[in-house]
């Protein structure tokens, strides 16, 4: 086996270890974008906990194998980059397009979101959802909201009453 061969196949069990590891990722296509801007997008990445991949198309598409549906092997041409999300995709979503809208140089081609394959035209859906602990904290207001309103009320003619008492004391 040549050094070459050996190489390429380490790169794919790397690359299979990554999709193995996250449930939700985006694939990317670059094209026209500069260093700079790339150094930039990767600080930004790593920022907020993501990973960044730009990869070759064969050795992804060997290291899907058959875990992933044919419309998302399909994507794989022209330059392709690999944004990944072990939590919080939704937040990788947004961090992507207001890069892309910032720059102009990033296009989303298609994504898996907690192993659901997503198509191009429904990124802007995604990324302009809330985040998954936001949601969470809204539920808990809203199941906390009835009983703090009861208690609420039940205080009132208890603080009534106290009102009236030091007006009481206050006129004699």
């Given at each position: 086996m040549n050094v070459n061969r050996a190489k390429k196949e380490q790169q794919v069990s790397e690359?299979?270890?990554?999709f193995a590891k996250h449930d939700s990722f985006y694939l990317l296509d670059f094209m026209k974008m500069p260093v700079s801007l790339a150094v930039e997008f990767r600080?930004?990445?790593r920022?907020?906990?993501?990973s960044?991949?730009?990869i070759k198309n064969r050795l992804a598409l060997r290291a899907l194998k058959e875990d992933f549906s044919d419309d998302l092997k399909s994507q794989f041409r022209g330059p392709?980059?690999?944004?990944?999300?072990?939590?919080?995709p939704i937040g990788l979503a947004r961090l992507i397009k207001d890069f892309s809208v910032q720059h102009k140089v990033l296009s989303v081609k298609c994504g898996i979101i907690e192993g659901q394959f997503l198509e191009e035209e429904r990124f802007p859906e995604i990324a302009k959802l809330t985040s998954k602990d936001d949601l969470l904290a809204k539920l808990?207001?809203?199941?906390?909201y009835p009983i703090?309103?009861?208690l609420r009320t039940w205080q009132a003619p208890l603080n009534s009453v106290g009102s009236m008492l030091d007006q009481?004391?206050?006129?004699?």
């Open positions: 690359i299979h270890e990554f600080k930004q990445i920022e907020n906990s993501y960044f991949l730009v392709t980059a690999i944004a990944f999300a072990q939590e919080n808990g207001f809203f199941m906390a703090t309103t009861f009481l004391k206050s006129k004699k």
